[in-house]
Every structure is written in C-alpha cells, then in structure tokens.
C-alpha cells in the first residue's frame, strides 16, 4: 500500500516569511498527526485530527501556525510568520483510528530551514 | 501531561556486542509503548512494541521489556550489525480523557554499530 506522502521534503526562507506545508495520509486512515522534530529531539506533538476535526492541539503555537484537515482526507500546516526556531522537520503520521492505541505510519517529512 | 526520558543519548557498540536503550515515563494510564527506528534522512519506523499486558516482547534479535511497576521499558538489540546504526526513539501511548490516542517520544538514542 502507498505510504504517508508529504512535500515539500526541503524548504528555505526567511524569518517573517509564510510556507505550508502538505500531507496525504495512508487511505482510510482516520487519524492525522503533525509533529515538529528539531535536530537531536524527539517528534513532539503539534495537532492530531480525527477525520476532519481537531482532537489535540495543545501545543501548537497558533499565534503562527495553523492546520487544516479538508474532506478528513489531506491535511496542510502552514507557518506565518515564520521564527528562526521553527527550522525543523514537519512530520506528518496517520494511524488506523484514535480510539485504540496503535502504530503510526510516518511521511518522509518536510524539512524547513529559516534564515 | 506524559513525560517520557530515553537514555543513553548516543550509544556505540562493536558489531556483534549488545545494545541497551532504556526509558521511563511518568504517566501510569499509558498501556502501549512502541520503538521507531529512524535512518539518516529517513522515516520514523516502527521496529516493536509492547502493552501493558505483557512483560516481554521478542522478535529475532531485538527484544522489549516492561516494568510497570517502575514505569520503564527497555530495548535490547543483540548481535549488532552496522545496518542496526541510526536514532532509536521509544513512547508511550494511552487514551486521553476524549478517549483518542496521545502519543509522547523520548529524545532518541543514537546508535553506532563500528564494524
């Protein structure tokens, strides 16, 4: 089966600058998580959504980020402004369903450097 | 919220040695706790896991352990092969009080295998 896809996988820009970036989920995958990695981190939590609404989140600096999750199928995140510590990589994760603990399946990821 | 601490941070091994990685967490309601491995530039990947059930997991080389009495887990990889090198990160998963699954990463483990 095709995996989690994600683009951009690279992606420069300057502080103050916008980008988004995209995920297409592992088809009839209920559950969509983002998560931000910083070089020598684990991924940390930004949003997870079930079907097309949010369920998580609590650490999503929404004075700049935002996400959306259309039809319960693809998901965009977008950063605006962005800041220098937002150089990261965007993961994006699908699993089955929420409601019972299970694997995550991971895109490639999007890596942002901020200048 | 989960808090979940994963040492050592970087770890190497001759080819063939043993490998330990271990981590604990703080939450008592979490009752699944997968390892990803993640290659250089690559996708997190799921390699084993374990719930709360079961005291041990084994599959070929690589085990799991769990003591939920002292809320930690261990990963123990042996005969280790240079194909093993890259980041090991372990979580623990439990539903949430909206009864959806929350998943937290420790820090990650590098490993290097030296031939």
């Known amino acids: 089966e095709a995996g989690v896809a994600q683009s951009p996988r690279y992606k420069i820009i300057e502080k103050r600058q916008s980008v988004a970036f995209w995920c297409n989920p592992i088809s009839g995958h209920a559950t969509l998580y983002w998560y931000q990695q910083i070089l020598g981190q684990g991924p940390k939590l930004l949003i997870q959504?079930?079907?097309?609404?949010?369920?998580?989140d609590s650490q999503l600096p929404k004075d700049r980020f935002s996400a959306e999750r259309l039809k319960g199928v693809d998901s965009t995140l977008k950063i605006q402004p962005a800041k220098l510590e937002d150089s990261a990589v965007y993961l994006c994760a699908s699993s089955l369903e929420s409601y019972r603990t299970g694997e995550l399946f991971f895109g490639e990821g999007s890596r942002l450097t901020v200048l | 919220g989960e808090n979940v601490e994963q040492h050592p941070s970087t770890l190497s091994v001759q080819e063939g040695d043993s490998a330990v990685i271990k981590c604990t967490y703080s939450d008592s309601a979490s009752n699944y706790f997968p390892w990803y491995k993640q290659e250089l530039g690559k996708r997190p990947q799921l390699i084993i896991d374990?719930?709360?059930?079961?005291g041990e997991k084994k599959d070929q080389r690589i085990a799991v352990t769990l003591n939920k009495t002292a809320k930690h887990f261990s990963l123990h990889i042996t005969e280790t092969q240079p194909e093993d090198s890259a980041v090991y990160f372990c979580?623990?998963?439990?539903?949430?009080?909206?009864?959806?699954?929350?998943?937290?990463f420790g820090i990650g483990t590098k490993l290097q295998v030296i031939p």
């Open positions: 959504f079930q079907n097309n609404g949010v369920v998580d």
């Open positions: 374990i719930r709360s059930n079961v």
């Open positions: 979580a623990a998963s439990k539903r949430n009080s909206g009864g959806y699954q929350k998943v937290t």
